[in-house]
């Protein structure tokens, strides 16, 4: 696959791009916005950027199948992003925002999953972390969910069907924020 590189425009997955034994570099000295279409899915490997931002996931949605994720990412706009085969986080990962009121994001960790890693995951406003559909979802120990004004729900709907099981840090830790879990 090699690089992706962008001058002034957006590039927008559409279908999926079988990322399996490699590295895909999301850069460009101006700024790479990477949109996941509704049928955009990346099917593991390694996404990497040395961008302030690198993918930003649009209302109709997207997969991280299997991946690595050493890229910023950005959901929001109502964006909602499916989690398939666990995800790997080492980089920041944005829900919400805080410049747009009522702006939501959501991660959907479908069936089973485990999101590891040594990155963070930042509430911002309405960013909702998911077990969906009856999953269950392990937050690793090296990972930390933080921020404000966010749900982690157990399940998208369905109230006691879905499990988080948390072996990382969630942290309330901007004045006047709230995180809620259940």
Same mark, same amino acid.
């Given at each position: 696959?090699?690089?992706?590189? =962008?001058?002034?425009?957006?590039?927008?997955? +559409?279908?999926?791009? $079988?990322?399996?034994? !490699?590295?895909?570099?999301?850069? $460009?000295?101006?700024?790479?916005?990477?949109?996941? #279409?509704? /049928?955009?899915?990346?099917?593991?490997? @390694?996404? &990497?950027?040395?961008? &302030?931002? *690198?993918?930003?996931?649009?209302? /109709?949605?997207?997969?991280?199948?299997?991946?690595?994720?050493?890229?910023?990412?950005?959901? =929001? #706009?109502?964006?909602?992003?499916?989690?398939?085969? %666990?995800?790997?986080?080492? /980089?920041?990962?944005?829900? #919400?925002?805080?410049?747009?009121?009522?702006? &939501?994001?959501?991660?959907?960790?479908?069936?089973?999953?485990?999101?590891?890693?040594?990155?963070? +995951?930042?509430? $911002?406003?309405?960013?909702?972390?998911?077990? $969906?559909?009856?999953?269950? @979802?392990?937050?690793?120990?090296?990972?930390?969910?933080?921020?404000?004004?966010? &749900?982690?729900?157990?399940? *998208?709907?369905?109230?006691?069907?879905?499990?988080?099981?948390? !072996?990382?840090?969630?942290?309330?830790?901007?004045? #006047? %924020?709230? +995180?809620?879990?259940?």
């Amino acid at each position: 696959l090699g690089e992706f590189h =962008r001058n002034g425009g957006n590039l927008t997955l +559409i279908g999926t791009v $079988d990322n399996t034994g !490699r590295e895909l570099v999301l850069d $460009d000295e101006s700024g790479l916005f990477w949109f996941l #279409g509704s /049928s955009g899915r990346i099917l593991n490997g @390694l996404v &990497s950027s040395t961008n &302030s931002l *690198a993918l930003v996931a649009t209302a /109709s949605g997207g997969t991280l199948d299997g991946v690595t994720l050493n890229a910023p990412m950005l959901i =929001r #706009g109502g964006g909602n992003v499916y989690v398939r085969n %666990g995800l790997t986080l080492n /980089s920041r990962l944005t829900m #919400g925002s805080t410049n747009y009121p009522g702006d &939501s994001g959501w991660l959907r960790c479908l069936g089973e999953q485990q999101l590891v890693g040594t990155g963070e +995951i930042v509430l $911002d406003t309405q960013g909702f972390l998911i077990a $969906d559909q009856g999953g269950k @979802l392990t937050i690793g120990p090296g990972l930390t969910v933080h921020g404000q004004g966010v &749900s982690i729900l157990a399940s *998208a709907g369905r109230e006691g069907e879905g499990f988080i099981l948390n !072996r990382g840090k969630i942290l309330a830790d901007v004045t #006047g %924020g709230q +995180i809620n879990i259940g």
